[in-house]
């Protein structure tokens, strides 16, 4: 077999990385948020190079100064991130994509060779749709084909089942499928195990920057992969409270929120969470968590619907009203929202308590307590910055989500939404996380915890409630649920669970 | 990006260099102004020491540009919270004649006995001025219109507000050519330093302005909040301020404060209602450059405005003695700012070497943020 | 002959004369803005461009000339604001401004002597060959107008061509919407954006220049007035559309030119100010539109782009 080869040795971020890909092979690039996978996938794409060794493609030698040097090498990349014009049509973008179209009426050119594609990968594409109309899944076939169209022999994939149902990344791994047949080679990065041994033939696990090892998939196993990830035995195990669920502190009816066009974002939904409980809120990014999230903390207005807050009636209540009654908020957005950027640590550590005593006398703030807070914050929670005085986004993404963890949770709450806390935070600061959230739970205080991290919900979650298109689809208890089994309720199909799951 | 360095944004700007910044800013304009005067026929140097003898060694001149300075300075501290909301108030020269206007038909109109005339002036001058901004602080709030564009609309449709006043149904009794409304009463006339035209009960209003929003920043929750939505939209609603309350307020006490110079001009140097082109000569505009090279911080202003009043008090001296059209400030004004903005985005980055142990979190080059604030 | 007809169309004439500048510096608005630029400096360039092209004219003696003059300053001055828009990043806002207000100024100290002189020569009237000969409507509408204007309108239907259907219109587009997509597909964001920028500096002083060469043939202290703020309105109005900005365009020169016809009858400041006030209102009402279809701005417009962003 041929190979279409990589290898080289790379530079600061990526340690002497020796890596390989056969022609017709998925290769998976697995590693934590961090490891370098990116910043390898950068110098196979032009947009980085290497300090020390070099890439060959099929066996020569190459020198990808930018990405059109890769393309017209034959690589493609298909980012987390779509590089898609949403307001423009599927032709218009990938017209854009291929400079050979002609000055005048770029579009036309187009038709023959997309259709061609088309069937021989087996998707289908409405050329006149606008990018912004289609799913997630969509517009990733539609990347998929741009870098089909301009030549990729070697596709990279970074984390493309982030945004795709369980479904949907099977439709996704049957176009990996039949690139493969057709061979081509394929780099997959992600940092999900399961999907990895689903697809892959080969993995290479990278830690901090180095190849820690290249596997056959055939014979790895998760437990494996997932201590070669993060160096040590992994705790897959859960720790449940000690004492059950107390009583019910939030109880949600009939929850309904349109978009600015209209659409039913949150349809009907149901959802009850007891002092004491963590529950989960899982489902593909886009089907409700956020608004679900912003109304319960008093972000967005919902237009029917009620939610009971310790037995009162806060539906419609805005953010300084629930935030009073023990709400508190670890938003998904931690350095556009969560913190003020340009401000102190000691200012942020008081955001949004600035209205409470002992911050406020009067209309005046107290900046002495301010700062008597902020010295005690930053002992209790070990946030590392040079001084309380320090402008915020200096502070490394660990240490900002200490400041948020230190600022909600400081005041005893009574309830905790929490969205999605973890993402990007490297495994310390993951697992301090982890431990404050079961503390509050715990402690009593009622827990919603969004994640699009399966692992994570069925780690901490007592209960895990399925959202799609803004219904739950279902609710199950975390000790014995499988994989499978919510990945369904993540795609919206409710056929009945095994005992062990019923509706809120 | 270089392997082994990134760009890094600095945390903050100290003061120090916020002001070294501000100060680089205005040598480098002048010396610019005066290679352009050169260019164009005008001496520089001649010119400039003509305008220093004149504006600043000599005590009528040094009067004339506090005279300046005090529409500045008022109009300034304005716009400094205005656009901490983010909210472009172009519109302050509008505001700053409606006010006029207000006041001068209190001053005509209302028969107020005369002790109660001049601050009856004054509020009716805030009031109106903060009214002049409701409309387009509305809109921009609720509808998301551009404020640029309805301030600025607005500006035009004061000046011929006030040119239709003074031609129509307030024009004065007399005087050849040109058109004014009648001369107020004694009573409304703003007392000045000896035989200067500084009015000084304005100037003390725009310190006293300057001090309170300055202790409001620091010291109110009501300020913090501001402090807040100028740095970061997003956390301030997550904070659950109100912003579309905080920005009206914040836009009312801007077009406000632009009125109060308003009714300074009128009360404190012209003593009626004149031509738009007499009364507001671009102060509105200007003021947006002490807002900006103050870096929003309305102590700053009243400094920046003292440099701005300099500017427009030797565009008056360029007129006379250099038969120049006053209108050339402009050029520095221009300049000023291309200066600020052009040199800031090479202070807010800087080099750093990437630590050995990579990949702690996200990195990379963040998104530039928007120059001047 | 109807009095009424004959009011129409002496009043579309003549808003078809003023609406010209204004359609001018839409228009190259409109590509600035489709490409992500914001550029407030347009009135400094039409001033600019006005006064470069009244010198150049007047001391050659040919028109013509004064306009390239004319639009080589507006390009140049957009190259000042491309410079710091895009290259440097600064605040595109303050950028804009600040051309403006320099450019005002600028403009006085140099045009300082050439004021209140007509221009020798300037601009004659063209007649539409076939157009012309229309009962009623020929010799006034399509008899008194100058080139420019309708170089104008076909400028517009040009633009709108290459906007939606060639490849560079697709490029400029795709910048002004996600730059980094362009970025990824191998465009030169920065140098797209730069020569959107200059155009649009240069339609701006070919305005200027219709201004001092053909409508009010001389030179004047800030004789654009705030025409070029309002073409500024006018591109949003359009929707940046350039056909859609052809229809604006008139509007508000129908707007101007009543204001003026009905100064008998009403206070001449109080007819001035309606189309600053219109101007609010036709904003006003883009705003209601944008909010229920997807109609709107290019997606990136306004922000600075850097590339190494994931």
Known sequence: MRSVSKRFPGVLANDA?????????????????????????????????????????????????????????????????????????????????????????????????????????????????????????????????????????????????????????????????RMRQEGKGVILISHKLDEVLAIADRITVLRGGKVVATRDAATASAGELATLMVGREVTRGRSPSAAGPGAVRLSVRNLTVHSERGEARLNGVDLDVHGGEIVGVAGVAGNGQAELAEVLTGLRVAEAGTVLLDGADVAGAGVRDLFARGVVHIP??????????????????????????????????DWREVSRNADGAIRDYQISTPSRDTVTRQLSGGNVQKVILARELGGAPGLVVASHPTYGLDVAATELTHKLLRDQRDRGAAVLLVSEDLDELLQLSDRIVVLFRGSVTGTVDAAGAQRDEIGLLMAGDRTPLAPAGSQA | MIAGFRLEQRGSIGPLRTWALSLGAIVVAMVLTGVLFAAFGVAPLAAFA????????????????????????????????????????????????????????????????????????????????????????????RLGVNEIITTLMLNYVAIYLVRWLINGPWKGRSLSGFAYSDVFEPAAWLPTIGTTRLHWPTLTLAIAAAVFVAWLLTKTRFGFEVRMMGESPDAARYAGVDSFRTTLVLVLVSAGAAGLAGVGEVAGIHHRLVDPASLSVGYGYTAIIVALLARR???????????????????????????????????????????????????????????????????????????VQ | MDVGAVFVVTTLARALAFSTPLLWAALGEIVAERAGVVNLGVEG?????????????????????????????????????????????????VSGLALTIFGLGLSGLIGRGWVGRPLDRSMEFVSLPLLSQLPLV?????????????????????????????????????????????????????????????????????????????????????????????????????????????????????????????????????????????????????????????????????????????
């Open chain 2, 50 to 141: 003509t305008l220093v003898d004149r504006t600043i060694l000599d005590a009528r001149g040094l009067s004339e540009v506090v005279r300046r300075a005090i529409p500045l300075m008022l109009a300034g501290v304005g716009l400094t919270l205005a656009f901490r909301a983010r909210f472009w108030n172009i519109g302050a020269e509008g505001q700053l004649l409606i006010g006029g206007v207000a006041a001068s038909g209190v001053a005509l109109f209302s028969g107020l006995p005369g002790p109660l005339l001049l601050p009856a002036m004054f509020l009716a001058g805030f009031a109106a001025g903060a009214a002049w901004g409701l409309g387009p602080a509305l809109l921009k709030v």
């Open chain 3, 138 to 310: 020929g010799p006034r509408l399509f008899q008194g107008q100058y080139l420019l204007t309708w170089l104008g309108l076909l400028a517009a239907l040009m633009l709108w061509f290459v906007l939606h259907h060639t490849r560079l219109g697709l490029v400029t587009r795709t910048v002004g919407e996600n730059p980094a997509a362009a970025d990824a597909a191998g465009v030169r964001v920065v140098q797209v954006r730069f020569f959107a920028v200059v155009f649009g500096g240069l339609m701006a002083g070919v305005a200027g220049g219709f201004l001092s060469l053909a409508y009010r043939p001389s030179w004047g202290q800030g004789m654009t007035n705030g025409l070029g703020w309002i073409a500024l309105a006018m591109a949003i109005f359009a929707l940046w559309d350039p056909l859609r900005a052809v229809l604006a365009a008139l509007l508000f020169g129908t707007f101007f030119t009543l204001s003026f016809s009905l100064q008998d009858r009403f206070a001449p400041q109080l007819l001035t100010m309606m189309p600053y006030l219109f101007t609010i209102l036709a904003l006003t009402l883009t705003a209601f539109r944008k909010g229920g279809r997807a109609f709107g701005a290019p997606e990136a417009l306004g922000q600075p782009y850097t590339r190494g962003e994931r």
């Open chain 3, 45 to 93: 360039m039409m001033i600019v461009g006005a006064l470069a092209g009244f010198v150049v004219a007047q001391s050659s003696g040919d028109p013509w000339l004064g306009l390239a003059a004319a639009a080589a300053t507006g390009a140049v001055a957009g190259a000042l604001h491309a410079f710091f828009a895009v290259i440097v990043r600064a605040d595109m806002y």
């Open chain 2, 297 to 371: 911080d309305p102590l700053a202003a009243l400094v920046t405005a003292a440099f701005l009043g300099w500017v427009a008090a030797s565009g008056d001296v360029m007129q006379v003695a250099l038969r120049l059209p006053s209108q050339i400030t402009g050029v520095t004004q221009g300049l000023v700012l291309l200066c600020i903005i052009g040199v800031e985005p090479f202070l807010r980055y800087r080099l750093v070497r990437v630590p050995r142990n990579a990949g702690n979190g996200p990195d990379g080059v963040r998104p530039v943020p928007k120059g």
């Open chain 1, 332 to 365: 998904e957005d931690r350095n556009a929202m969560g913190v003020v950027g340009g401000m102190k640590v000691s200012e942020n550590l008081v955001l949004r308590r600035h209205r409470q005593a002992p911050f406020s006398k009067g209309r005046l703030l």
């Open chain 1, 17 to 177: 990385i020796d890596l390989t890909v056969r022609r017709g092979e998925v290769h998976a690039l697995l590693g934590e948020n961090g490891a370098g996978k990116t910043t390898l996938v950068h110098m196979l794409y032009g947009l980085q190079a290497p300090d020390e060794g070099a890439i060959y493609l099929r066996g020569r030698r190459a020198r990808l100064r930018s990405p059109r040097d890769a393309k017209v090498a034959g690589i493609g990349l298909v980012a987390q991130h779509f590089h898609l014009a949403r307001r423009h049509t599927v032709a218009e973008n990938l017209a854009l994509a291929l400079p050979e179209t002609p000055a005048l009426f770029p579009t036309r050119a187009l038709r023959a060779p997309v259709a061609e594609l088309a069937q021989r990968y087996g998707f289908e594409v409405d050329l006149r749709a606008r990018v912004g109309a289609l799913s997630p899944g969509e517009q990733q076939r539609v990347e998929i084909l741009a870098a089909l169209l301009q030549g990729a022999e070697l596709l990279i994939l970074d984390e493309p089942t982030s945004v795709l149902t369980p479904q949907e990344a099977d439709r996704l791994f049957a176009v990996l499928q």
